[in-house]
């Protein structure tokens, strides 16, 4: 029996080193990623010798692993449901054995747990550090700047506190839960983290729906388009001639204002990119013109489709079936059923779509007028932008798995503190928040594919001077042969 009770510490013992390995080699390869999209943004006139030097390599190291933690809980979701389906496929593989029950669960819980360390404790100490300069009186240098920190994150805490202890004495007005606030990790930080998915949940309402109709705008600006009754040359011949008057008025700058110049360099800019963008369209084989275009702009329909469709569907299953409430369904397991009706092919059509989501709320997060000036630029982000965009990707990332479950993307059970959140278990948060998305995509949807109809139609009324069309970033309009404009 000693011998038996031996044998089994030593497995759980060797079974624990395996998966801290593979988490830690997981988020290795994560952080690398990070580190290289991060510096590939940064600004290169950050970086100098002395004391600001080290405050910015320590913000761009923390930085780094807060994206390496969101680009973690972005992938959390995809990874249990392949893992799940690779477990039902191969259930007696000795090379798959490493993949069980208690790694996917363990990843759940780190993630959670980085999630929370990042959110409420490194990006502030960043932020704060690379602001400070040190109390009045003291001796500049690092440690003052590091106290400065400190204190700034003691009463950002005290704050935090303070607004989260009155919210829950205004929503929920019982002693219980006011004393249980006085526990600080057992129930204050769940219950601080879980306003924040909410947050985050929210945000990607707003976002995902727009980022879903520019989309077909986006991947229009990376792929070259069909030349359907457009002459190229006759158009490249404009462009060169536009880029000509406008260098030879800008030769004349000496006699020009300073602002005229100005505004001369970027409508030259303009010129070039445009020109830059036909030499592209010339240069692009037929195939890659005629065939990948409309390939592309069908998936991103067909996937969009789908979405709304699941979600539509998860509508009805919430009003018939208590199961299908994000917050406790006790599913079967890792490994022990299929969670998709399709098997295989629809665990991997969730994860598409699961990615899709993803990417569209990033691109509709940068699509909106308030995140605009917030978008990075290649070399020319400053170390607070960079910190200010991994907070924003780190609440959207983290709040991806709760949105897909919650509009019924994926059947997958939310685990670890993903799955404790208060709000999940109210039945008419959860259906609002599915109608609000169903309705917020469709008609943004409505709004891109009838956006050129629209303008026809205030040209034909007169009423085009009046800008009531939609955004001028979603509508392209390129000179035709005959010198009218012509809207794609």
Not at 106 to 114: D, E, I, P, Q, T
Not at 297 to 318: D, G, H, R
Not at 421 to 446: D, Q
Not at 449 to 465: I, P, Q, W
Request: glycine share 6%; aromatic share 10%.
């Amino acid at each position: 029996m000693e011998a038996d009770e031996v044998t089994i510490r030593e497995q759980n013992f060797h079974s624990q080193v395996r998966e801290y390995t593979i988490c830690f080699l997981l988020f290795a390869v994560l952080y690398i990623v990070s580190y290289f999209i991060i510096t590939r943004y940064k600004r290169k006139a950050d970086e100098q010798e002395d004391e600001d030097a080290i405050v910015n390599r320590i913000s761009l190291f923390l930085s780094t692993f807060t994206l390496a933690v969101s680009a973690g809980a972005v992938l959390l979701l995809p990874f249990s449901i392949i893992s799940n389906e690779i477990l039902l496929s191969f259930p007696q593989n000795y090379y798959i054995q490493w993949l069980n029950g208690s790694l996917i669960h363990g990843l759940w819980n780190l993630a959670s747990l980085f999630s929370n360390l990042c959110l409420f404790v490194l990006m502030p100490f960043a932020f704060f550090f690379l602001e400070s300069e040190g109390f009045a009186g003291l001796k500049k240098g690092i440690r003052a700047r590091i106290l400065e920190t400190l204190v700034m994150l003691i009463l950002l805490a005290l704050l935090i506190l303070g607004i989260v202890w009155v919210a829950s004495a205004l929503i929920d007005n019982d002693a219980a839960s006011m004393e249980s606030l006085y526990d600080l990790w057992e129930f204050y930080l769940p219950y601080l983290y879980s306003c924040i998915s909410l947050m985050g949940c929210l945000l990607l309402l707003l976002c995902t729906p727009v980022g879903l109709s520019r989309m077909f705008t986006v991947m229009g600006q990376l792929l070259v388009k069909p030349t359907i009754l457009e002459d190229l040359d006759e158009q490249m011949y404009i462009i060169t001639l536009e880029e000509e008057a406008i260098q030879r008025r800008l030769n004349g700058v000496s006699s020009m204002v300073e602002q005229q110049a100005v505004e001369l360099e970027r409508e030259l800019e303009k010129v070039k990119s445009k020109k830059t963008n036909l030499e592209r369209r010339k240069k692009a084989s037929a195939w890659e013109r005629n065939l990948v275009y409309p390939a592309v702009m069908i998936l991103l329909l067909i996937e969009t489709s789908i979405s709304v469709l699941l979600v539509a569907l998860n509508i009805l299953y919430l009003l018939v079936d208590e199961t299908a409430m994000p917050k406790g369904s006790g599913g079967p397991g890792i490994g022990n059923a299929s969670l998709s009706t399709f098997g295989f092919v629809g665990a991997a059509l969730e994860i598409i779509l699961i990615f899709y989501l993803m990417v569209s709320s990033v691109v509709g997060f940068y699509s909106l007028r308030f995140f605009e000036n917030f978008t990075p630029r290649k070399d020319d982000t400053t170390m607070t932008k960079i910190i200010g965009n991994c907070v924003s990707i780190l609440v959207l990332s983290s709040a991806l798995p709760v949105m897909s479950r919650t509009l019924g993307i994926t059947r997958f059970d939310l685990l670890g503190d993903f799955g404790r959140f208060n709000w999940l278990g109210n039945f008419y948060i959860v259906l609002s928040y599915n109608l609000l998305f169903a309705i917020m995509t469709t008609l943004c949807l409505v709004r891109k594919f009838t956006s050129a109809v629209r303008e026809e139609l205030l040209k034909a009324l007169g009423l085009d001077k009046l800008h009531l069309s939609n955004n001028p970033r979603d509508s392209e309009t390129k000179p035709s042969a005959n010198g009218h404009q012509k809207t794609l």
